[in-house]
Each structure stands twice: as C-alpha cells, then as structure tokens.
C-alpha cells in the first residue's frame, strides 16, 4: 500500500474556526496514525475573501495546537509550492488537456449575458444552469477567440445524463444526477484556478491519499470525482466531517461571535484540552475513555470512530476540560502561566504569588476568570454587610462586630508575618477565648476579602495581604459594623 498522504487546506480568510481546527486534527491523525505525512496546502485562489496576515496565523495556529505538518509552505516539501497562488502556471495546462479531450470548454459568456440569461431562467420559474451556450464553438475558432485575448473562462462539461458519484468513507456512496450539475467554473478569467478545480489537480499532484474536509463539499465531490475520471485519475479516499454546531439550530460562526481556536487561546483556554475536547467532536474512541493527550489520540484514533451527525459545541464541557487540565498542571507551570493573569489585577502589589497560586490552581476554571477572582487582594471591594450574616456559621451584624474587636488586639500582636504564625495566633487566641472558629473566621474573611467565595480563608488571605493592609481593613469593618449596629 501506498504511504499516507493527508493534507489541511484551509483558504486563508482568517482566524482558525473550530470547524476548521478539528478538520485539521483529524486529518493529522489520520496521518500519523498511518506512519503518513500531513501536509499544509494554502488555498488562496479566491484572493477577494483573502485577509492580510491570514497565512502566518494559519502557520501559527498549527504550530500553537501542535499540528505540526511534514510538508508546507514555511517548512518546504518535495511537492511544492503548497501556497496555490504560487502554482498558478500548474493549473492552465491541465485545463487545457480537459478541453482536449472534450470534459472542458472555454467560455465566453460576459457577466452581462449570464445575468440576462439567469434572470430569464428565474422568470421562468427555474434555476439557472449555465446552459453549455459555449460549447458549441467550433474548437478552432474557440482557439483563436482566447489567443486574441478575449476573456474567457474554463468550464468543466458535465455530461447532460448519467449520474456521477463517489465513495465516502463516512456517508458511503453518494450519488447524482449529472443533469443537476452544473458546467464550473475551472479556470477563471484572471487565469487562476476555481476551488473546485484546483483542489483536485493539487490533491492529485501532491499525492494526496485521504481528503478530509467539511461536508459542505459533499454535493461537489461528485463532480470532482468526474473531473479524477477525465484525467483517468485514481481518486482519493474521500472523508467528509460533519459540521460543528452551535446548537441543534446553526452552525458554530465566528459572524455570531463564537470564538475561534486563537480567541480560546487568549481567553486563557489550554491548548491540551482544547484538542482533547474538539477531537471528541464528532469523534469517539469507542470507550468511555475522556482524557486524551495529542500522541494518546494518534494512538487512538480510528476513521471508525466518527460521527456522521453534526456535533454540537458544548462551552461547558470545554471548561470542565479546562478545569481539568489546569488541575493537573505542575504547580510551577501553573504558575508561569497564571502570572500575567495575576499581574493584570495585582500589578504594583508585593503579593506572593506562589502561594497565591497554590490557592488558585484548584479554582482556575479558564485562566481570564482570575484577574476578577483575585482584584480585592490589591482593592477592597464594596460590599454590602449582609456578607456577615451567615446561619451556618453563627454569624450575625452583632456577632461579627465583636468578633473583629476580639481579633484586631490579636492580629496587632502577630510577628512576624508568616502564614503559620498568623495561624497559630488565630487559633490560640480563640481557643483560649472559648470562642467557636466559624463565628470569628467567617466575618474576618468577609472583612478583609469583601466577598462570599474567595480563594482560601481568613487566615490565608490575611498573610497574602500582609500585616498593614489586614488591620486597615479590620479597623474599616469594625466602624462600618459599629455604625450599622446603633
Ligand atoms: N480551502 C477549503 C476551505 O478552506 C478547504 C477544502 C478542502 O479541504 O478541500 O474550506
């Protein structure tokens, strides 16, 4: 058998969809999972759609997900140029071999002719096909129209009968009528090649064993699959991916702001459990099996395993993924990666953050929550004094006001300022007072954190804030609650 040859072709119109992301992982799966090579195609022959700095994000994106291709434009190949623009000078010839041998035509029709003819047609009650008006050129004088350089098109002939088909390795074979098809565009008047023609002939020249690519193709692959037959070509193994969805009613669209894989990336979403969870979009290992790293999928993966139905987009389970990956972190990298995170709400404060971070690592859900979870470290929120009452805790208005005056002469007394003094303190202070811990803890945590959830308890929070601020707050609470208990 031949080596397997896959390729990710995505046209450079912006950032990477998520669509687009789990196109390109499987089809590096199936690459790699074969002993194959993955390659990177840019198709760019639509340069209208084509936005500035496109292809360096692509290139980016693959190398930030850990795609990594054998072949491509930025990383060479024995196939190249992978850029399509760049092989412009390919395409014609080929076209021209079609027109040779009758399965193309060029065509003359200008804008203005197609759109009489198509509104006629509509007016008609019909869909506009175009209706092989140029073929009956005799060849001769076709030949000497394009010479002269009038402009014109390459159309693929689609025979009026019959029906074309193809097998895809996930719908099985599909099949048309050729007299539903229409006569393509192949060759555009400014000479480069349409999608529909150029993805066969690069797929072809570049050897290109397994074509991964979204369903919407689906309803032109039969064509293309002519055009494999007029070249007397072995066509490809097919595999059309269902798209990802939004919710059972759209398709996941960066148009509606859903986020793309670079958006993710800078919400603070890991790129492990990013590509854990898209490859479990449309994609099952056959076991309950949830957690998988990049080289645990290649291990895994089986053209099997997908799903025919569109998959739908869960940001919850993401996050749960997310959580679970930031859990798993060594607590070094955990904290190299939440540090500018830290510095965005704490930037001119002395905080530690290593302990910090112990205390975050738990509660890191997506790494752009942390700034909110951790500003009342450097500012004191407002909060409203209900925080204080708490039935659970025995903690009342009343009850916090003497609480916080029974801790301050404490907290004042406490040297040095060490997380295990200030425990230690605490603690003794209240078991020698006869007093409950959840009574004294709870409004100490309110008053110094001014919030319900806060990373770690009054004692931690305590030390993070350090000696200085933690009495200024105390002494800010107590005249609050004095004044509110009148
Ligand atoms: N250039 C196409 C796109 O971005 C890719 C289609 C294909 O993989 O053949 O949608």
Not at 136 to 143: N, Q, R
Not at 220 to 225: E, G, H, I, R
Not at 371 to 379: E, I, N, Q
Not at 386 to 392: A, S
Request: negative net charge; charged residues 25%; contains cysteine.
């Amino acid at each position: 058998m031949s080596q397997v040859r896959t390729r990710f072709a995505p046209s450079p119109t912006g950032y990477l969809h998520l669509g687009g992301l789990r196109t390109a992982l499987y089809t590096y799966l199936l690459a790699r999972k074969n002993n194959g090579v993955f390659i990177l195609r840019i198709e760019d022959t639509d340069q209208e759609r084509e936005v500035p700095g496109a292809i360096q994000l692509i290139y980016d994106s693959l190398r930030a997900a850990g795609l990594t291709y054998d072949e491509g434009p930025d990383v060479g190949g024995d196939y190249g140029p992978y850029i399509q623009t760049q092989r412009k000078h390919l395409y014609l010839p080929h076209a021209m071999q079609l027109v040779e041998s009758g399965h193309a035509y060029p065509c003359f029709c200008t804008k203005e002719e197609l759109e009489q003819r198509r509104q006629a047609a509509v007016a008609r009650g019909e869909t506009f096909k175009y209706d092989k008006h140029c073929l009956g050129i005799p060849k001769d004088e076709a030949k000497q129209r394009m010479a002269s350089g009038e402009p014109y098109v390459i159309r693929q002939n689609v025979p009026l009968e019959g029906h074309a088909g193809f097998d895809d390795l996930l719908y099985g074979r599909i099949e048309v009528e050729c007299a539903t098809l229409d006569d393509n565009v192949l060759i555009k008047a400014d000479g480069l090649p349409t999608y529909n023609f150029a993805n066969v002939i690069d797929d072809h020249l570049m050897g290109i064993t397994h074509v991964t690519r979204g369903t919407e193709y689906l309803s032109s692959a039969p064509k293309y699959n002519l055009l494999y037959e007029a070249f007397g070509w072995t066509p490809p193994t097919y595999v059309h991916l269902p798209v990802v969805m939004k919710d059972a009613t759209r398709k996941l669209s960066k148009r509606y702001g859903d986020p793309s894989f670079e958006d993710l990336l800078a919400m603070g979403f890991l790129k492990d459990a990013i590509i854990n969870f898209i490859a479990l979009l449309g994609w099952s290992p056959g076991t309950d099996r949830e957690f998988f790293t990049l080289d645990e999928l290649v291990e895994a993966f089986d053209t099997k395993g997908l799903n025919k139905s569109p998959a739908i987009f869960n940001m919850e389970k993401l996050v749960w993924f997310n959580t679970e990956y930031i859990r798993k972190l060594e607590p070094e990298r955990y904290l190299e990666l939440v540090r500018p995170w830290f510095d965005q709400a704490l930037s001119g404060t002395q905080m530690d953050y290593e302990r910090l971070a112990q205390l975050m690592q738990g509660r890191t859900e997506v790494f752009n929550r942390v700034p909110d979870m951790v500003r009342f470290l450097k500012d004191m929120p407002e909060y409203e004094l209900d925080l204080y009452v708490n039935k659970k805790q025995k903690s009342s208005i009343e009850s916090s006001l003497d609480a916080l005056r029974f801790m301050l002469p404490v907290l004042e007394g406490i040297e040095p300022w060490q997380e295990s003094v200030i425990h230690e303190s605490i603690m003794e202070a209240i078991a020698a007072a006869e007093r409950k811990n959840g009574p004294v803890l709870w409004p100490l945590r309110i008053a110094i954190s001014g919030q319900l959830s806060t990373p770690g308890g009054a004692i931690e929070i305590a030390y993070l804030l350090g000696k200085q601020e933690t009495l200024r707050r105390v002494r800010a609470a107590i005249e609050r609650l004095a004044n509110a208990a009148q």
